[in-house]
Nanobody, 123 residues
Framework: QVQLVESGGGLVQAGGSLRLSCAAS????????MAWFRQAPGKEREFVAG????????SYADSVKGRFTISRDNAKNTVYLQMNSLKPEDTAVYYC????????????????WGQGTQVTVSS
């Protein structure tokens, strides 16, 4: 069982930056693939960024490539999402997710979810 707690969301102006953190419980954190998803009002939850257990490979949605960076610190059981050059369309609730098996970066392949943190980007 893994419990995930996100933090770092808030209100920021367009062009600004935020760093989200996701703290995980459990001794096997370093064996889990991790990802960030987001969900805007009235829209489906969408993949933002993913990272494998070792941190050696990452993947990003086209909409955030070059602006967002996912990373992890297995010694701290934490995964991060550095968000730069934020746009109003990045406004959403951001969720951290974990999975024990590999697969496509879709909602259904992740086993554990955090409660979400709100990111609001003003124009």
């Amino acid at each position: 069982q893994v419990q995930l707690v996100e933090s770092g969301g808030g209100l920021v102006q367009a062009g600004g930056s935020l760093r989200l953190s996701c703290a995980a419980s459990g001794r096997t954190f370093n064996s889990y693939g991790m990802a960030w998803f987001r969900q805007a009002p009235g829209k489906e939850r969408e993949f933002v960024a993913g990272i494998i257990w070792s941190g050696g490979r990452t993947s990003y949605a086209d909409s955030v490539k070059g602006r967002f960076t996912i990373s992890r610190d297995n010694a701290k059981n934490t995964v991060y999402l550095q968000m730069n050059s934020l746009k109003p369309e990045d406004t959403a609730v951001y969720y951290c997710a974990a999975r024990s098996a590999s697969g496509s970066y879709t909602y259904s392949t992740y086993d554990y979810w955090g409660q979400g943190t709100q990111v609001t980007v003003s124009s």
